[in-house]
T-cell receptor
């Protein structure tokens, strides 16, 4: 596609449920990034992929969070047993490679009730 | 932990006024990026500064990188309502062959007609 696409754009879930957020990067971009943005705040870096590999998972907030990328393309961020503090906008970005400009999607707004 | 602090946190000005926002780090930047984020969208890269003392201009926006590469500023001349948004500075850090992107706390600018 022309840009980074994220789905769903909005997700409302009940505390304790699992959610899966999807990111479709720009075609040909080898690097992919996930961020979390709480209301009106800066971005919190969660994880990056170089190809299908995530070299450093220490930025994930807890072991309830996991991410994977397949085929060097689509990535999913999964949050298990959601908590209210998980409510935020989850942003995905991709770049040609790690040293290149990041292009962001519009984000998924997650609300945990 | 490297931190990026931005000031002011909020700024509300009239159209036509000038303004400056700041980004400061606890340690030396290798390079620094400035982004603007509008509501409901992901951040968009404005500029990357690399060299200490560097000044870059983008129409009415002037970006300056401090000589010691620990601070940066963004000056907007004759602000317009279209400049409204969240301004974020960011940098990439690396350690042990892995990377992190650190974003500042952001300056939320509102330009009033």
């Amino acid at each position: 596609g022309a840009g980074v696409s994220q789905s769903p754009s909005n997700k409302v879930t009940e505390k304790g449920k699992d959610v899966e957020l999807r990111c479709d990067p720009i075609s040909g971009h080898t690097a992919l990034y996930w961020y979390r943005q709480s209301l009106g705040q800066g971005l919190e870096f969660l994880i990056y992929f170089q190809g299908n590999s995530a070299p450093d998972k220490s930025g994930l907030p807890s072991d309830r969070f996991s991410a994977e990328r397949t085929g060097g393309s689509v990535s999913t961020l999964t949050i298990q047993r959601t908590q209210q503090e998980d409510s935020a906008v989850y942003l995905c970005a991709s770049s040609l490679d790690l040293m290149n400009i990041q292009y962001f999607g519009a984000g998924t707004r997650l609300s945990v009730l | 932990t490297q931190l990026l602090e931005q000031s002011p946190q909020f700024l509300s000005i009239q159209e036509g006024e000038n303004l400056t926002v700041y980004c400061n780090s606890s340690s030396v930047f290798s390079s620094l990026q400035w982004y603007r984020q509008e509501p409901g969208e992901g951040p968009v890269l404005l500029v990357t500064v690399v060299t200490g003392g560097e000044v870059k201009k983008l129409k009415r926006l002037t970006f300056q990188f401090g000589d010691a590469r620990k601070d940066s500023s963004l000056h907007i001349t004759a602000a317009q309502t279209g400049d409204t948004g969240l301004y974020l500075c960011a940098q990439m850090t690396s350690a042990s062959g892995t990377y992190k992107y650190i974003f500042g706390t952001g300056t939320r600018l509102k330009v009033l007609a």
